[in-house]
């Protein structure tokens, strides 16, 4: 007992006193400030508030973060009002996701490009998973797609966001992996939200549900909804751990749903690097790996170049996959 | 019985000197974020959140205050509807069309706490409903696909016509103007942006809020200029308070009204994306279909009071079944809580109520005490409100311009909400001018989305189908009450409009 209190005190100094040295000798936020691009209660809202909360708690910055909500065009305005007014705003980060870089690769944002601001860090990502309901006859990823290949008519996907948006751009890259040429035919149907999307999957009126593993945690404990694939690279931890990936059933699908921060293009490289350094100590945390669980989140560790070239490398990917589907030109 | 203990068991959590006091403060600070025009329970829960979070509070505190503002905020919403005739927040929007006619007649207080009560009456019903429901109705909810959910939005916009009492062209413009407002941002359905004019602010839509403070409150304002010189102003002149309490035969009057709309608000609100407006709405208009043999609703009939109150916190209650139940949030400001919940590391969801049972009983417990205090804080302050009333239309008006500024700014931040919402107060003051009432702009914006998306997702399900609208026995059964809630009033109603014609049409458009 006495030893574990010694060593946390022992761990408390040593972090507190890098934390000291990391602020001493480069830069240090005046008045941090967190831009979430929706209103309060969405995802972009809680990555600040959580974030902007534990790197205070952790000592990484000195006064309590400001977030200010900045909703509109699907965080368009934020992203607008971060190039146009505060360029070079040293004190600024801005929550953002693989929505955010899918509405910069569809051009959702007029005028604005990835390469407009500097993309900081992850902090983690919530994988896809492609469910049916429990008392479906559906067993595999396979199974589902072979039944879309010979009659497209009788699938209809739901997910969560608007058609061409991540939900529905995982199934199609699940599809397209899968060998399905013509991937315009595959029915999705677009629900507010991916809880909406698995009542309706419950209800009957749907064949399949596309979504992130969080969304679909609460039903998967319940025995609701029969997990087919899980769109990630490995097995996940936890509760997912019994659910196969697409790659293991033959089909070479990645699909993240990323959360990370991006800050504005004329940031210092001194204050961008602190920005990196602290996202990163706060990504290292025990503290941030329980919230990382809690909520869902699998790990995702990139900052900095590694980050911005993640960023960019999905943004093409998304270029592609919506030129095939005709959303843009 | 196996709730009442578990219930017993919520009231231990709630009956906490710490948790009293978070209730209290929520109800208070909910009421008169409800009365101020343009923040509504959604921006009410979402400007505490942090508040909650700073305080260190564990999971049931944090919803007992949450919930709390939220009840607060339904209450709260009526007392502008009756006193300026500007609704505090969406759900409270039919309560103008009577409230502020009793008002003007000089019963302000009598509307005031008939509406407390109907309210009251509303939420207990609807927490009841909660608790001893919540599991098998997710089973109703399971019941609404796509088709029946867009014959039920066609039930409501087929009874509308119930909403107007002047004009039922003009009530009919006024809707499709506000179903076209509707389409403006991106469509889901196909991605692509309609009526955005490159324009990024206008992707998400327009916001409904931003509508309502423009339309109601800006064009209160601009109406009072205009009359400023002429010294009579018909909507803000001197009133009488009345009494503050209904006398006893107005309740007994109400008491059928508030049971049945209590009824139809919660299960309106259970439905997913249906939630607290339309479950005023179908409220008040069947409520008319109902009891309005003389043509008095929408002219200060207390009925006319109770019903939308009555629904609209029945609803409210309704909406935190499926939040509860299956993650799926009933209302905007649900999903709020839904955001908060997840937030706390509980996941609402099928097994909500096996895994958490301190906090969902902690909860029901803390709603019912919200609602016995809200009873409480709103009876005596009745006498407070009204003497917002007293306040000379030249301090009261400027007051609500910089209400509706500050308000619409500080919860977007964006300038151009400020643009568009004084775009709606000129189209507000325009309309009035024509008598087109405002109540069904509103219905449309704030449906219209929800109406379209289910349409086209039943279409799209069954490939391009149209029969699927009509495929199910509860679809059939909407459609059916629908096509007789739109034709028995042209054909009973003709009866009911001559009268109303020989009452004259004193009220003018602001009472619709």
Redesign the interface.
Known sequence: MFVTATRGLIAATVLGVSAFAAQAQDFTPENPECIAPA????GW??TC??VG?ELQDLGLIDKTMQ????????G??AF?EVVNKRADDNDLIVAASSATATRLA?G???GNTTDQVRWLASIGADYGVIAVSADSEIETLPQLLDMIKSDP?SV?VAGGS????WDHLKVLIAASAYGIEDVRSV?Y?????G??A???L?????QAFTGDASEA???V??G?IKVIAVLAPERLEGDFADFPTAKEQGVDAIGANWRGFYAPGGMSDAAYDAWVKKIGDLYASDEWKEIMA??GLAPLDLQGADFQQFVQNSVSEIQDISREIG?IK | MDVLSNLGDGFVVAFTLQNLGLALLGCFLGTIMGALPGLGPS?GV??L??LA?TLGLGPTPSLILLTSVYYGAMYGGRISSILLGIPGDEPAMMTVLDGHPMAKKGMAGEALSLSGIASFVGAFIATWGLILLAPQLVKI??????AEYFALFALAFATLGGVSSTNQAKSAFAAMLGLGLAMIG??????V?RFTF?E?????GLDFLVAIVGLFALSEVFIFLEHRHGGSDASTGQLKLGRLTPPLSMIKQCTPTMLRTSLLGFIAGVL??AGASLGSFISYSMEKRLVDKEGTFGKGDPRGVAAPEAGNNAAAGGALV?MLA????GSGTT??L???L??L?I??????FANNPDVVWGLIAALFIANFMLLALNIPMVGIFTRVLMVPPRILMPVVAMVSFVGIYG????S?DLLVMIGFGVMGWLLRKFDVPLVPIILGTLLGN?ME?NLR?AI??D?GDWFTLFDSPLALTLWAIAIIGFIMPLIVGRVVRRKMHERGDEEGAISD
């Not at chain 1, 977030?67 to 699907?74: E, K, Q």
């Not at chain 2, 299956?326 to 949030?329: F, T």
Request: charged share 10%; no cysteine.
């Open positions: 209103n309060p209660g969405g809202d809680f508030r959580q909360k977030v200010v909500n900045l909703a509109g065009g699907g368009g305005v607008a569809q959702a944002y007029p008519r209809s608007a058609v061409g948006g029915k149907v677009a629900f507010d939200g809880g909406e698995v009542t309706q419950l209800a009957g009126s749907v945690k609460g039903f404990d319940s609701d809690n909520n959303i | 921006n979402a400007i959140i942090p979070f909810a399971l019941l609404f696909g796509p991106v469509d889901t359905q196909t991605g942006p490159g990024v602010h206008l992707y998400d997913p994306g499926p299956l993650g799926v949030p999903a709020v839904l955001a908060v997840l937030s590391n996941t609402p969801g099928p097994l909500l919860i977007s931040g964006s151009f929800t998306n997702r799209t399900i490939n």
